[in-house]
């Protein structure tokens, strides 16, 4: 089944300035991510008999225009099960229905299963049609996904991703960015970054950072100019998960190593 992509720009802290909202089906169809009214998204609905509306996670660079469409359209909403009031405070929309892992939308090209994939954010799922998924903020064709504390939640993520790794997709399509046709190595590219950074951020402790400004200037070696506070809440991620596995101990102010490690 093919997927229909228009990008919306939209402020949001991705190079690209824009979010990809993709469409399915064309009697019954499906809307994921309107991130925001667009000339290009109106032209890809015009010919389309919109039946469903969903999000592969509610931030604001993705949810903007729910209301909007469906509110033009009837569409049916979706939103994830046990994150309905979140959904409804982001999008200003009740849903009518709840989904989660194996739940099938029904297009007129066939059904869309979801995929559970937190870690980005916990409500985060996944589309899938055939062989080709859309991924959302799970995945980029260059660069890294941003996992940030509160709500980012890296061994989650490291877990979708070797989920959609074993998977093995002909192709994903992803929120930021262009297409990505080599699933597995892009997938394997960002779990290897992700440890890379988790080995720094662990070196870092282990070495007598123990404040979470220390830990930061020590485990990155790039200026953080416009983007420190991604930078600062990614470490905090990791410091989390890393204490959550044992390797170290944080009490939310101070890290150490953690003798029986």
Known sequence: MDWQRADVSVPTRAPTGSTAAYVCGDEAALLVDPAATADALDSLLSDRTLA????????????????H???ETNATVWARHGRAGAFEAATGVSPDRLLSEGTTIPTDAGPVTV???????????????DGTIV???????????VVVAPEGDVRAYLASLRR????NPDALLPSHGPRIESPRETCARLINHRLERERRVRDAVDDGADTLDEVLDAAYEKELTGVRDLARATVLAHLEKLAVEGTISWDGQRAAPNPAD
């Open 69 to 71: 469409y469906a509110r």
């Open 52 to 67: 469903h509306i969903a999000l592969t996670h509610h931030h604001p660079d993705h949810a903007g225009a729910v209301a």
């Open 164 to 167: 959609l790794h074993a998977r």
């Open 135 to 145: 991924s959302g903020d799970l995945a980029v064709a260059e660069g890294s996904v």
């Open 115 to 129: 995929l559970d994939t937190p870690g980005h954010a916990p409500e985060h799922v996944a589309f899938a049609t």
